[in-house]
């Protein structure tokens, strides 16, 4: 019997579809649309040649629903299996990387991206949900004399209302930042008091990109104390991106409204960051502690530095 032959891809005639709709049932080409290689009778599901689907039909939102599922929620999925390597062998995620294992696993920068951006998005939602929530070391006071004070690790700035509401003063600002907020504010208590309101979600869109910047500094704070390791800056990187991954993870966790499960959280942090360096570089447990000291204070100093400028950021902003 001769081959009968098929539609031509999408079941078109003359570039239109039959009564201007798309055929029901998807139509099995003669060759493929990809590659354009003849494909053999009986028409197999997939191109042997460069394994494109033969089988073309305008997609649906369930299989949109599939490809994501696919790649994110499936049991089996690289996502799923590289969380559970993050969580349970601290530091193992990097040297499975820096030995080549990569295909296995999702890849640091873009795991990085999608935890930070969840749960950056779920601590904006709870901010927006509940204005009353607390922000880290963020206090606005918005009595007679409106004020708002940052304080990091030892170092505050303030910024408000004088008493009484004669003017406006700052506390361990820069004169010329100083005169720019009191532009920035205006001097009077219901202004200032009207722009705080939103101050904590301005805070909250901060975080993305100062984090974005910490991330390499951390990196090359790995590189100065570990330069007897002979890695390459950007192996220094990849640590950075999956320690600073589990640090977010902590942080959704923390967001959770369950009892003393926070505090398991910010313990658990420098545990693992421990156990972590002691996988990855290796050492005698005090040449450890010596390194992580220097590393944490060179650290604390830049998160530091970095989280006063994004105040700053979100008051002028």
Not at 102 to 125: E, G, Q
Request: aromatic share 10%; net charge positive; proline share 8%.
């Amino acid at each position: 019997m001769s081959r009968t032959k098929r539609a031509s891809p999408g079941g078109r005639r003359g570039g239109r579809y039959h009564h201007g709709r798309p055929p029901p049932e998807p139509h099995i080409l003669d060759s493929c649309p990809n590659c354009e290689q003849p494909l053999p009778e009986p028409t197999p599901k997939f191109c042997p040649h460069c394994g494109q689907e033969t089988r073309v039909r305008a997609p649906t939102v369930g299989e949109f629903v599939q490809q994501f599922g696919g790649a994110y929620l499936s049991t089996e999925g690289a996502m799923w299996r590289t969380l559970a390597l993050l969580l349970r062998r601290p530091g193992e995620l990097t040297r499975q990387y820096l030995r080549g294992r990569r295909k296995h696993y999702v890849l640091p920068l873009r795991l990085y991206l999608t935890i930070s951006v969840l749960v950056l998005l779920a601590v904006r939602v709870s901010t927006l949900l509940d204005p009353s929530t607390p922000q880290p070391a963020l206090q606005v006071d918005k009595g007679e004399t409106p004020k708002i004070e940052l304080s990091v690790g030892g170092a505050s700035m303030q910024v408000g209302i004088k008493p009484g509401g004669e003017g406006f003063e700052c506390r361990n600002v820069p004169a010329a930042v100083c005169k720019r907020l009191e532009q920035r504010l205006g001097i009077g208590p219901a202004a200032l008091a009207n722009d705080t309101s939103g101050l904590k979600a301005r805070l909250t869109d901060a975080v993305g990109p100062m984090m974005f910047v910490l991330l390499p500094c951390f990196a090359a704070g790995l590189a100065i104390a570990y330069r007897n390791r002979r890695l390459r800056y950007t192996e220094h990187l990849v640590f950075a991106l999956h320690l600073h991954a589990f640090w977010f993870l902590m942080l959704g966790v923390t967001l959770l409204p369950l009892g003393g499960l926070q505090l398991v959280a910010w313990l658990a942090v420098p545990v693992y960051t421990w156990l972590a360096l002691r996988r990855v570089y290796g050492g005698r447990w005090w040449t450890q502690a010596l390194r992580a000291s220097v590393l944490a204070t060179f650290y604390f100093t830049t998160l530091v530095t970095a989280t006063m400028f994004a105040a700053l950021w979100a008051l002028l902003a």
